[in-house]
Protein backbone atom coordinates (compact mmCIF):
# COMPACT_ATOMS: atom_id res chain seq x y z
CA UNK A 1 0.00 0.00 0.00
CA UNK A 2 1.20 3.44 -1.10
CA UNK A 3 1.73 5.44 1.98
CA UNK A 4 -0.47 8.39 2.13
CA UNK A 5 0.85 12.04 2.06
CA UNK A 6 -0.42 14.62 4.29
CA UNK A 7 0.22 17.11 7.08
CA UNK A 8 1.42 15.38 10.39
CA UNK A 9 -1.56 13.89 12.80
CA UNK A 10 -1.92 15.26 16.20
CA UNK A 11 -2.97 12.76 19.05
CA UNK A 12 -6.78 14.13 19.43
CA UNK A 13 -6.87 14.30 15.38
CA UNK A 14 -5.37 10.37 16.09
CA UNK A 15 -8.08 9.70 18.68
CA UNK A 16 -11.11 11.39 16.99
CA UNK A 17 -10.08 9.25 13.63
CA UNK A 18 -10.33 5.79 15.40
CA UNK A 19 -13.23 7.23 17.29
CA UNK A 20 -15.33 7.61 13.54
CA UNK A 21 -14.08 4.15 12.94
CA UNK A 22 -15.32 2.60 16.28
CA UNK A 23 -18.77 3.46 15.22
CA UNK A 24 -19.30 1.54 12.62
CA UNK A 25 -20.05 -2.30 12.25
CA UNK A 26 -18.31 -4.84 9.55
CA UNK A 27 -15.60 -2.79 8.62
CA UNK A 28 -13.67 -4.41 5.81
CA UNK A 29 -9.64 -3.46 5.33
CA UNK A 30 -10.45 -3.69 1.78
CA UNK A 31 -13.09 -0.82 1.99
CA UNK A 32 -10.74 1.38 3.87
CA UNK A 33 -7.86 0.75 1.38
CA UNK A 34 -10.22 2.00 -1.43
CA UNK A 35 -10.78 5.41 0.43
CA UNK A 36 -7.86 7.82 0.85
CA UNK A 37 -6.32 5.26 2.95
CA UNK A 38 -5.37 7.50 6.03
CA UNK A 39 -8.08 5.38 8.37
CA UNK A 40 -6.33 2.18 7.37
CA UNK A 41 -3.13 3.46 8.21
CA UNK A 42 -4.33 4.83 11.61
CA UNK A 43 -5.86 1.55 12.31
CA UNK A 44 -2.59 -0.59 11.45
CA UNK A 45 -0.85 1.99 13.48
CA UNK A 46 -3.28 1.72 16.36
CA UNK A 47 -2.84 -1.99 16.63
CA UNK A 48 0.76 -1.80 16.13
CA UNK A 49 0.78 0.37 19.46
CA UNK A 50 -0.52 -2.72 21.58
CA UNK A 51 3.10 -4.38 20.73
CA UNK A 52 5.83 -3.66 23.20
CA UNK A 53 8.68 -1.78 21.80
CA UNK A 54 12.50 -3.24 20.72
CA UNK A 55 11.23 -6.93 21.97
CA UNK A 56 10.68 -9.72 19.22
CA UNK A 57 7.59 -11.84 19.72
CA UNK A 58 6.69 -15.59 18.56
CA UNK A 59 3.59 -15.81 16.06
CA UNK A 60 1.41 -17.09 19.64
CA UNK A 61 2.02 -13.99 21.05
CA UNK A 62 1.83 -12.00 18.09
CA UNK A 63 -1.35 -13.38 16.98
CA UNK A 64 -2.79 -13.08 21.33
CA UNK A 65 -1.95 -9.33 20.27
CA UNK A 66 -4.03 -9.14 17.42
CA UNK A 67 -6.55 -10.69 18.88
CA UNK A 68 -6.99 -8.74 21.36
CA UNK A 69 -6.65 -5.66 19.42
CA UNK A 70 -9.66 -6.82 17.30
CA UNK A 71 -11.68 -7.96 20.61
CA UNK A 72 -11.29 -4.37 22.07
CA UNK A 73 -9.71 -1.27 19.41
CA UNK A 74 -10.58 -3.13 16.38
CA UNK A 75 -13.66 -4.60 16.75
CA UNK A 76 -15.43 -2.67 14.32
CA UNK A 77 -13.48 -4.42 11.68
CA UNK A 78 -14.51 -7.44 9.21
CA UNK A 79 -11.45 -9.56 9.41
CA UNK A 80 -9.14 -12.25 11.49
CA UNK A 81 -5.86 -12.15 13.86
CA UNK A 82 -4.24 -13.45 10.80
CA UNK A 83 -5.63 -11.36 7.80
CA UNK A 84 -4.97 -8.10 9.87
CA UNK A 85 -1.26 -9.67 10.51
CA UNK A 86 -0.44 -10.32 6.90
CA UNK A 87 -1.90 -6.94 6.17
CA UNK A 88 0.40 -4.89 8.93
CA UNK A 89 3.41 -6.90 7.44
CA UNK A 90 2.61 -6.10 3.95
CA UNK A 91 2.29 -2.38 4.85
CA UNK A 92 5.11 -2.35 7.23
CA UNK A 93 3.63 -1.76 10.69
CA UNK A 94 5.10 -5.40 11.89
CA UNK A 95 7.94 -6.75 10.57
CA UNK A 96 9.09 -10.15 10.39
CA UNK A 97 12.70 -11.89 11.30
CA UNK A 98 14.43 -13.20 8.54
CA UNK A 99 13.19 -16.87 9.62
CA UNK A 100 9.59 -15.36 9.23
CA UNK A 101 8.13 -16.65 12.91
CA UNK A 102 9.13 -13.92 14.99
CA UNK A 103 7.66 -10.19 14.96
CA UNK A 104 8.15 -6.55 16.03
CA UNK A 105 6.76 -3.41 16.28
CA UNK A 106 7.73 -1.64 12.56
CA UNK A 107 7.59 1.84 11.19
CA UNK A 108 4.85 4.44 10.94
CA UNK A 109 4.49 6.91 7.99
CA UNK A 110 6.01 10.41 8.87
CA UNK A 111 2.83 12.00 9.28
CA UNK A 112 2.02 9.69 12.20
CA UNK A 113 4.97 9.26 13.79
CA UNK A 114 4.89 12.32 16.04
CA UNK A 115 1.44 11.35 17.65
CA UNK A 116 2.48 7.53 18.28
CA UNK A 117 5.61 8.72 20.24
CA UNK A 118 2.99 9.98 22.46
CA UNK A 119 -0.12 7.34 22.22
CA UNK A 120 -0.33 4.00 23.86
CA UNK A 121 -2.78 1.54 23.08
CA UNK A 122 -4.25 1.72 26.23
CA UNK A 123 -5.29 5.40 25.86
CA UNK A 124 -6.73 4.36 22.41
CA UNK A 125 -9.05 1.56 24.05
CA UNK A 126 -10.40 3.91 26.94
CA UNK A 127 -11.11 6.80 24.43
CA UNK A 128 -13.16 3.97 22.04
CA UNK A 129 -14.98 2.11 24.67
CA UNK A 130 -16.08 5.92 26.10
CA UNK A 131 -17.17 6.40 22.24
CA UNK A 132 -19.06 3.25 21.79
CA UNK A 133 -20.68 3.90 25.70
CA UNK A 134 -21.96 7.53 24.38
CA UNK A 135 -23.28 6.09 21.15
CA UNK A 136 -25.65 3.41 22.69
CA UNK A 137 -27.04 5.98 25.10
CA UNK A 138 -27.59 8.45 22.39
CA UNK A 139 -29.23 5.29 20.15
CA UNK A 140 -31.01 4.17 23.42
CA UNK A 141 -31.95 8.13 24.20
CA UNK A 142 -33.68 8.47 20.52
CA UNK A 143 -35.19 5.04 20.62
CA UNK A 144 -37.25 6.15 24.23
CA UNK A 145 -37.90 9.40 22.92
CA UNK A 146 -39.54 7.89 19.67
CA UNK A 147 -41.47 5.15 22.17
CA UNK A 148 -42.75 8.36 24.57
CA UNK A 149 -44.16 9.91 21.09
CA UNK A 150 -45.60 6.94 19.58
CA UNK A 151 -46.78 4.73 22.24
CA UNK A 152 -49.93 5.50 24.25
CA UNK A 153 -51.50 4.16 27.13
CA UNK A 154 -54.07 1.68 25.67
CA UNK A 155 -56.00 0.23 28.62
CA UNK A 156 -59.04 1.79 27.07
CA UNK A 157 -58.17 0.69 23.42
CA UNK A 158 -61.64 -1.11 22.33
CA UNK A 159 -62.23 -2.95 19.47
CA UNK A 160 -60.30 -4.95 16.98
CA UNK A 161 -58.87 -1.70 15.28
CA UNK A 162 -57.97 -0.53 18.79
CA UNK A 163 -56.25 -3.68 19.85
CA UNK A 164 -54.21 -4.26 16.38
CA UNK A 165 -52.80 -0.69 16.88
CA UNK A 166 -51.82 -1.19 20.75
CA UNK A 167 -50.00 -4.54 19.48
CA UNK A 168 -48.65 -2.79 16.32
CA UNK A 169 -46.78 -0.21 18.67
CA UNK A 170 -44.98 -3.07 19.94
CA UNK A 171 -44.17 -4.56 16.58
CA UNK A 172 -42.67 -0.76 15.63
CA UNK A 173 -40.50 -1.16 19.02
CA UNK A 174 -39.29 -4.10 18.12
CA UNK A 175 -38.48 -2.54 14.09
CA UNK A 176 -35.75 -0.03 16.65
CA UNK A 177 -34.21 -2.79 17.62
CA UNK A 178 -33.08 -4.19 14.60
CA UNK A 179 -32.18 -0.37 13.30
CA UNK A 180 -30.24 -0.30 16.42
CA UNK A 181 -27.86 -3.45 14.65
CA UNK A 182 -27.98 -1.36 11.60
CA UNK A 183 -30.30 -4.04 10.35
CA UNK A 184 -33.64 -3.06 7.88
CA UNK A 185 -36.02 -1.84 10.67
CA UNK A 186 -38.78 -4.50 10.72
CA UNK A 187 -39.84 -5.71 13.59
CA UNK A 188 -43.11 -8.58 14.76
CA UNK A 189 -45.18 -10.15 17.71
CA UNK A 190 -47.09 -13.17 17.94
CA UNK A 191 -50.09 -12.48 20.18
CA UNK A 192 -52.77 -15.10 21.71
CA UNK A 193 -55.46 -14.30 23.88
CA UNK A 194 -54.82 -10.97 23.67
CA UNK A 195 -51.09 -11.89 25.77
CA UNK A 196 -48.17 -11.53 23.80
CA UNK A 197 -46.39 -14.69 23.46
CA UNK A 198 -43.20 -13.76 21.42
CA UNK A 199 -41.29 -10.82 19.68
CA UNK A 200 -39.05 -10.65 16.63
CA UNK A 201 -36.98 -8.04 14.57
CA UNK A 202 -35.24 -8.36 11.52
CA UNK A 203 -31.25 -9.42 11.81
CA UNK A 204 -30.58 -11.46 8.90
CA UNK A 205 -26.85 -9.81 8.70
CA UNK A 206 -26.02 -9.81 12.06
CA UNK A 207 -27.08 -13.61 12.53
CA UNK A 208 -25.62 -14.54 9.21
CA UNK A 209 -28.85 -16.18 8.28
CA UNK A 210 -31.18 -15.60 4.72
CA UNK A 211 -34.12 -16.56 6.76
CA UNK A 212 -33.83 -14.82 10.08
CA UNK A 213 -36.84 -12.13 9.23
CA UNK A 214 -38.82 -10.65 12.34
CA UNK A 215 -41.72 -12.86 11.20
CA UNK A 216 -39.96 -15.91 11.18
CA UNK A 217 -37.71 -15.10 14.66
CA UNK A 218 -41.44 -14.24 16.35
CA UNK A 219 -42.50 -17.67 15.36
CA UNK A 220 -39.66 -19.88 15.94
CA UNK A 221 -39.95 -18.63 19.22
CA UNK A 222 -43.76 -18.44 20.04
CA UNK A 223 -43.59 -22.49 18.62
CA UNK A 224 -40.69 -23.35 21.22
CA UNK A 225 -42.89 -21.28 23.53
CA UNK A 226 -45.78 -23.61 22.94
CA UNK A 227 -43.88 -26.59 22.20
CA UNK A 228 -46.41 -26.64 18.83
CA UNK A 229 -45.13 -26.06 15.23
CA UNK A 230 -48.84 -24.54 14.80
CA UNK A 231 -49.47 -21.41 16.02
CA UNK A 232 -53.09 -22.05 15.90
CA UNK A 233 -55.48 -19.50 17.35
CA UNK A 234 -52.15 -16.82 16.79
CA UNK A 235 -52.16 -13.55 15.42
CA UNK A 236 -48.65 -11.73 14.22
CA UNK A 237 -48.36 -8.51 13.95
CA UNK A 238 -45.34 -7.20 11.57
CA UNK A 239 -44.16 -3.95 10.46
CA UNK A 240 -43.88 -4.56 6.89
CA UNK A 241 -45.93 -6.49 4.27
CA UNK A 242 -44.29 -9.98 4.41
CA UNK A 243 -42.53 -11.94 1.83
CA UNK A 244 -43.00 -14.91 -0.24
CA UNK A 245 -40.50 -16.63 2.73
CA UNK A 246 -42.33 -15.26 5.69
CA UNK A 247 -46.26 -15.39 3.92
CA UNK A 248 -45.24 -19.42 3.16
CA UNK A 249 -44.28 -19.75 6.69
CA UNK A 250 -47.45 -18.16 8.26
CA UNK A 251 -49.72 -20.64 6.05
CA UNK A 252 -48.06 -23.60 7.66
CA UNK A 253 -48.15 -22.06 10.68
CA UNK A 254 -51.63 -21.67 10.69
CA UNK A 255 -51.79 -18.44 11.64
CA UNK A 256 -55.07 -17.51 12.82
CA UNK A 257 -54.63 -13.57 11.00
CA UNK A 258 -51.89 -11.73 9.94
CA UNK A 259 -52.22 -8.06 10.31
CA UNK A 260 -49.28 -5.86 8.50
CA UNK A 261 -48.09 -1.88 8.62
CA UNK A 262 -46.54 -0.72 5.33
CA UNK A 263 -47.03 -2.34 1.84
CA UNK A 264 -43.81 -3.69 0.01
CA UNK A 265 -44.03 -3.39 -3.59
CA UNK A 266 -40.77 -5.22 -3.65
CA UNK A 267 -41.15 -8.50 -2.32
CA UNK A 268 -44.97 -8.11 -0.59
CA UNK A 269 -46.81 -11.47 -0.79
CA UNK A 270 -49.97 -10.19 0.59
CA UNK A 271 -51.04 -8.57 -2.73
CA UNK A 272 -48.10 -5.71 -3.35
CA UNK A 273 -46.10 -8.14 -6.13
CA UNK A 274 -47.90 -11.84 -5.41
CA UNK A 275 -50.82 -12.56 -2.94
CA UNK A 276 -50.40 -15.77 -1.70
CA UNK A 277 -53.05 -15.78 0.89
CA UNK A 278 -55.61 -15.85 -1.74
CA UNK A 279 -54.56 -18.90 -3.40
CA UNK A 280 -57.46 -21.37 -3.48
CA UNK A 281 -55.56 -24.29 -3.45
CA UNK A 282 -54.05 -23.51 -0.21
CA UNK A 283 -55.48 -25.73 2.59
CA UNK A 284 -54.84 -22.84 5.11
CA UNK A 285 -56.07 -19.23 4.60
CA UNK A 286 -54.53 -16.49 7.23
CA UNK A 287 -57.16 -13.77 7.27
CA UNK A 288 -54.85 -10.97 6.48
CA UNK A 289 -55.36 -7.17 7.42
CA UNK A 290 -53.15 -4.48 6.55
CA UNK A 291 -52.24 -1.05 6.82
CA UNK A 292 -52.34 -0.72 10.74
CA UNK A 293 -49.87 2.23 11.55
CA UNK A 294 -48.64 2.11 8.09
CA UNK A 295 -47.51 5.53 8.10
CA UNK A 296 -45.85 5.03 11.15
CA UNK A 297 -43.78 2.33 9.60
CA UNK A 298 -42.86 3.97 6.49
CA UNK A 299 -41.49 6.93 8.19
CA UNK A 300 -39.35 4.72 10.35
CA UNK A 301 -38.18 2.57 7.35
CA UNK A 302 -37.68 5.69 5.13
CA UNK A 303 -35.36 7.19 8.20
CA UNK A 304 -33.56 4.32 7.98
CA UNK A 305 -32.54 4.34 4.16
CA UNK A 306 -31.93 8.36 4.35
CA UNK A 307 -29.85 7.18 7.34
CA UNK A 308 -27.89 4.85 5.51
CA UNK A 309 -27.76 6.57 2.27
CA UNK A 310 -25.99 9.56 4.18
CA UNK A 311 -23.36 6.95 5.62
CA UNK A 312 -22.32 5.43 2.60
CA UNK A 313 -21.98 9.03 1.15
CA UNK A 314 -19.53 9.40 3.82
CA UNK A 315 -17.37 6.21 3.16
CA UNK A 316 -19.08 4.34 6.33
CA UNK A 317 -20.81 1.95 4.51
CA UNK A 318 -19.61 -0.05 1.30
CA UNK A 319 -21.33 1.68 -1.60
CA UNK A 320 -22.39 -2.02 -2.58
CA UNK A 321 -23.89 -2.91 0.52
CA UNK A 322 -27.50 -4.33 0.05
CA UNK A 323 -30.71 -2.30 1.16
CA UNK A 324 -33.35 -4.74 0.75
CA UNK A 325 -34.68 -6.83 3.74
Not at 15 to 25: D, F, G, I, K, Y
Not at 287 to 309: I, N, P, Q, T, Y
Request: net charge negative; proline share 3%; hydrophobic share 40%.
Amino acid sequence: MKTIETGALSVEGWLQRMEHLALRHGVHLSTLQQKDGRDLEVLFASAMLAFPEDKLLGEQAANTILRRFLETAGVMVATDHVELRRWMVDTGFLQRSDYGTDYHRGTVPAWLADAAKALDIDRIVDTLVRARTADVTERETRRQAWLASQIEVTEDATGEAGVDETFMRLALDQAHNAWALSEVPVGAVIVKDKQVLATGFNQPIGNTDPTAHAEIRAMRAAAELLGNYRLTDCDLYVTLEPCAMCAGAVQHARIRRLIYAAPDPKTGACGSVVDLFAEPKLNHHTVVRAGVLADESRRLLSGFFVARRELKRQGSLPAEDDDSE
